[in-house]
Structure formats: structure tokens, C-alpha cells
């Protein structure tokens, strides 16, 4: 009985009902559509596209008294089918990219009809919206993302559009949380928009959302902060460990290539530049400046491969150096008590601060013996008598005494000088130098193949100014608090 009774009641309601006309056609006032929204999750919110999607329950809520009726019965749930027999608003989203009602069991609406001709329309909605963003701090930025809600046909003079309940127009889901972000404030209000057509009644509703930037100090901040700092693990490096602290370096330096294209994987090609960019520069700028740095220490200190200089070239004529062959014959006797030499051409000397290297012909009862033709002594020069090498004897105190009574300041300003011009008399001797140590003799053990002053500055000037640097880019971008308003929201 009660089925029929409704029945008759929709049978009679739709008798003169014209679908097309708006309830309050032919009144002079506009038909008001009261909106709210139930929301049951959200996200993803893409930076690459610059949208977001949620699952809501949209509500609408308008009078048609054409639809009034009297009886027991308070309200009727109706059939969807009565959509398509009855006015309802064309509602749409203005930033709205790809909507979907859920029909899964069944198309997932709901129709109320009142006796008073209150309509209750109901639906569950995935809406993905637009969201324009402004990552300049990426990724410890706040982002502030719109839904915009209007007629797309009816103008402000026809259809006007207000929020339920303006304390409870937009409500959660208890317990509903954002992977990435947190939702810090929600602000909606009504305004007219102008289009080409008219003015047209919207509603727009904001979700100001804070990002979670601990993903981003596991998986990039913190291993880009270790690469550099290991990186520094070559200035206590031996100079001459020429491959291991390239290797280092540039390790590091394709390890942060691998961060920084990883990270930009899920972001837009901005035309400007993150706050994540400017830190993976940084790094990058330390790990290079950390291999520049050893390319000074190499260029200026490095003496060679500490072998020792055999080469045709590197050996001098002693008629170069202003001794004859009797002179260098006699040391040669009263050292080895060899026979002198027969003529300049088979004595050659290699000098450096501390010995004199000469090669000379073995004595008669050696040859044949399978040593070698000519055999090397070393000649120690600062302490061989002066009545050996009067000569030598006098150029090594003169060497002496400049050496003790040049300032190291400018001592090290001069080599600087040389190392720059490319001095091959210099170079030369350098890598005499070093040879000398690495057999273990010669006063230049003291500085020869030392801790580099580079890299003694380098150990303290990179770890300050990098602590520096990450204490102000923390707080310019830590501690940065963007403010929401209206006028800075984009529609």
C-alpha cells in the first residue's frame, strides 16, 4: 500500500514538471545550491604534474517546490533514475583534470526528496585538480592547493552557489593522514567570477599543506653532507698517492651525478633553480674544489715519482759544472781508490745538495766480473775535504749559508714563482730532491715531500666554511614560514 502511495505521489509530481526550467523560474531570484564535502583521502599530490586527486563524498542541497508534497512520509529515497526526470544544477570543477564518479557495485549516488521540496544530492567523487606550486624551497616548501566549484551554464543572476554550514563545510575523515605532506589549514569562501559569458557564483576552498622533509634527509641531505665530507679524506692522503686521491674524488664526485638525477626524477623542469639544487651545487662545487685543491698540491709540492733520475739528460758533464776530469779522478782515488779517468767524455757527474753521484770506469780487477762497466759513488760534498773538491766544497757552504739565511716566507714565494714560470733548472732539481730523500739522504728530508701547507689549510678551511654554509641555508630555508592568504592563492 505504501509503495503505491509513492508511487502516485512521484506520478503526480511529474505530471507538469518541466525539467529544463530552474525551480525558481519566472520568481526574479536566483535558485541556491548549498554545497559540502565529505573527504575520505587524499593524494597523491604530483609536483611533476602539479596536481592532486582526493576521494570525497560531494553533496548538494537545493529547494524545488514543484516537488513538494503532502502525506505521511517525511522523505523519499529515490531511484538515480529520477535524475533524468527532474532540474539539477550542472556543477563542475574549473581546475578539475580527470573526475570520476564510482559505479562499482552500482553508480554511487544518492537522491532525497523532503515534503517541503528539499532535494538531497549525493555522490562519491576521485577528483584530481590542478595544483600550481612554487618550488623555490623544495623541499622544505608549503604549497597551497584550490578547488574551485561553479555552474558551467547558469549565471549569478540564475544560480547561486554557498557552503553549508561554514564551520563544517569541508570536513575529514577521522584518522586520514598524507604520505608526504601535512595538511596545516583549510580555508574556503564564496566569490564571483567573470567570464566572457557573465558573472558566475563559485566556491573555492584551499588545502595548505606542509611538506615532510625527512625522506629528503635520509635519501639525499645527509649521504650528500658524507660524500663531501669524505671526500676531505684525501688531504690526509700522501701527495704522492696520485691515483688514490683522484680516484676519491672523482667517486664522489659521480656518486652526488647519481643523487642529483635521482632526486629530479619527480620534478618538473622549472625554470629556476630548488633549494635541493643549490645544495647538490654546493656539494658538488666541494668535491670538484677538493680535486682543484689537490692539483695545486701536485703542481707546486709534488717532486715526481721518488725514483731516482737516471735519465741521458739529467746527467751534467763535469766541464759543466767548471771541474776537469783530473779533479773529479782524484776524488774518485782517494775515495774508492779507483784509476782516474782517461778522458771527459767517461766521466759524468750527478750533483745534488748533499752527494756527488759520478760514474766512472771500474777498476782493471773488476772487469770482466759481470758488473756493469761503470759503477756510481756518492761523494758526500757538504763533507768532503776541501783539498778534494775545493770547488764544490765552497759552492755547498755558500748553498749553506743562503739557505739558512733566506726567510722561509720568501724561500716559499720564490719556488711558488719558479713552479709558475715552468723553471726546468728548478724542476730539475726538485726532482733531485726527492730522489734524495727517497734513498734516505740530503738535508731537504725536512721539507722534500712533507705535509703540503695546502693541504695542512685545506683540512681546516673546507669543514668551517662547509659548517658555515649549511647553517645558512638551513635557516634561510629551515625556517622559513610562508603565510596563506586569498590574494597570493592561484585559482
Not at 584530481?128 to 558551467?152: H, V, W
Not at 635521482?262 to 618538473?268: A, E, G, K, Q, Y
Not at 635541493?276 to 670538484?288: A, E, R, V
Amino acid at each position: 500500500m505504501l509503495s503505491r502511495n509513492i508511487s502516485s505521489i512521484l506520478e503526480n509530481l511529474l505530471k507538469r514538471y518541466e525539467q529544463s526550467q530552474l525551480p525558481t523560474h519566472g520568481q526574479g531570484l536566483p535558485t541556491v545550491v548549498r554545497t559540502n564535502i565529505l573527504i575520505r583521502s587524499m593524494g597523491p599530490v604530483s609536483e611533476l604534474d602539479m596536481d592532486y586527486s582526493m576521494d570525497c563524498y560531494f553533496r548538494q542541497y537545493w529547494r524545488d517546490k514543484r516537488l513538494s508534497f503532502q502525506g505521511p512520509i517525511k522523505s523519499l529515497s529515490l531511484s538515480i533514475k529520477m535524475l533524468d526526470k527532474i532540474w539539477r544544477p550542472d556543477t563542475y570543477f574549473y581546475n578539475g583534470k580527470h573526475s570520476h564518479i564510482h559505479t562499482i557495485t552500482v553508480p554511487n549516488k544518492l537522491l532525497r526528496l523532503d515534503q517541503d521540496g528539499g532535494i538531497l544530492y549525493s555522490m562519491r567523487l576521485t577528483i584530481k585538480a590542478t595544483c600550481p606550486m612554487e618550488l623555490k624551497n623544495f623541499p622544505m616548501d608549503r604549497q597551497s592547493c584550490p578547488l574551485i566549484i561553479g555552474s558551467y551554464g547558469y549565471t549569478n543572476q540564475q544560480l547561486v552557489y554557498e557552503w553549508q554550514n561554514h564551520d563544517d563545510a569541508v570536513s575529514f575523515v577521522p584518522g586520514m593522514t598524507l604520505n608526504q605532506f601535512d595538511l596545516i589549514s583549510m580555508m574556503h569562501r564564496n566569490f564571483t567570477s567573470t567570464r566572457r559569458e557573465g558573472d558566475f557564483s563559485v566556491l573555492h576552498v584551499a588545502f595548505n599543506l606542509k611538506r615532510h622533509t625527512g625522506y629528503f634527509l635520509i635519501q639525499v641531505y645527509v649521504p650528500c653532507i658524507l660524500i663531501v665530507v669524505l671526500s676531505w679524506v684525501s688531504f690526509w692522503i700522501h701527495r704522492e698517492a696520485t691515483s688514490d686521491r683522484v680516484g676519491l674524488c672523482v667517486t664522489a664526485v659521480l656518486t652526488l651525478s647519481t643523487i642529483s638525477l635521482d632526486s629530479r626524477t619527480d620534478l618538473p623542469k622549472v625554470k629556476y633553480a630548488t633549494a635541493l639544487d643549490w645544495f647538490l651545487l654546493m656539494s658538488f662545487l666541494y668535491c670538484i674544489a677538493t680535486l682543484l685543491e689537490f692539483a695545486g698540491v701536485h703542481y707546486f709540492t709534488k717532486l715526481g715519482s721518488g725514483e731516482f733520475p737516471r735519465l741521458e739528460d739529467e746527467w751534467e758533464d763535469v766541464g759543466a759544472l767548471g771541474f776537469s776530469s783530473g779533479e773529479i779522478a782524484d776524488a774518485a782515488e782517494a775515495s774508492d781508490d779507483s784509476e782516474p779517468a782517461n778522458s771527459d767524455s767517461d766521466v759524468f757527474v750527478f750533483a745534488d745538495h748533499d752527494a756527488l753521484h759520478c760514474e766512472l770506469p771500474l777498476p782493471a780487477e773488476l772487469n770482466g766480473s759481470g758488473y756493469p762497466k761503470h759503477s756510481t759513488f756518492s761523494c758526500p760534498i757538504y763533507n768532503a775535504p776541501a783539498h778534494i773538491f775545493p770547488k764544490l766544497s765552497s759552492h755547498a757552504s755558500t748553498m749553506e749559508r743562503t739557505t739558512q739565511t733566506e726567510p722561509p716566507a720568501v724561500s716559499r714565494m720564490r719556488q711558488m714563482w719558479l713552479c709558475l714560470k715552468g723553471d726546468l733548472k728548478f724542476r730539475k732539481q726538485r726532482e733531485r730532491d726527492a730522489a734524495a730523500e727517497k734513498s734516505g739522504q740530503g738535508r731537504g728530508a725536512s721539507y722534500v715531500n712533507s705535509i703540503s701547507l695546502i693541504d695542512q689549510v685545506a683540512r681546516v678551511a673546507f669543514p668551517m666554511t662547509f659548517a658555515l654554509f649549511n647553517l645558512l641555508y638551513w635557516l634561510a630555508y629551515g625556517m622559513y614560514k610562508k603565510e596563506f592568504s586569498w590574494s597570493m592563492i592561484k585559482a
